[in-house]
């Protein structure tokens, strides 16, 4: 199974990005999608995770409301519609993927993307 993470890049604040996640092979609505991001100087956190069937989907608080993670089985992609960005949201995003783990530990995933950079200016 591989990730590409595509659709980063320098916005200005407030305005929307969206990011996309394709995923390799025949069994991605198997796979339970998350993103992560990461800043400089600064951990791997959760952004957002959507279950494989799409029913659980779980936001970081900083994110609530602004950000919308999503599916297309289909398509075996995971996007990330963001919106009203901020500064603070200026981070490398990682897309990743795990056949029976839901949570907020990015070791615990199965599959990793390679990033995307999201800059956001002020």
């Known amino acids: 199974v591989q990730l590409q993470a595509s659709g980063g890049g320098l916005v200005q604040a407030g305005d929307s990005l969206r990011l996309s996640c394709a995923v390799s092979g025949r069994t991605f609505r198997s796979y339970n999608m998350g993103w992560f991001r990461q800043a400089p100087g600064e951990e791997r956190n959760l952004v957002a995770r959507?279950?494989?069937?799409?029913?659980?989907?779980v936001y970081a608080d900083s994110v609530k409301g602004r950000f919308t993670i999503s599916r297309d089985n289909a398509k075996n992609t995971v996007y990330l519609q963001m919106s009203s960005l901020k500064p603070e949201d200026t981070a490398v995003y990682y897309c990743?993927?795990?056949?029976?783990?839901?949570?907020?530990?990015?070791?615990?995933?199965?599959?990793w993307g390679q990033g995307t950079q999201v800059t956001v200016s002020s």
């Open positions: 959507i279950s494989d069937g799409g029913g659980t989907i």
């Open positions: 990743v993927a795990a056949r029976n783990y839901r949570g907020a530990n990015y070791a615990d995933y199965d599959y």
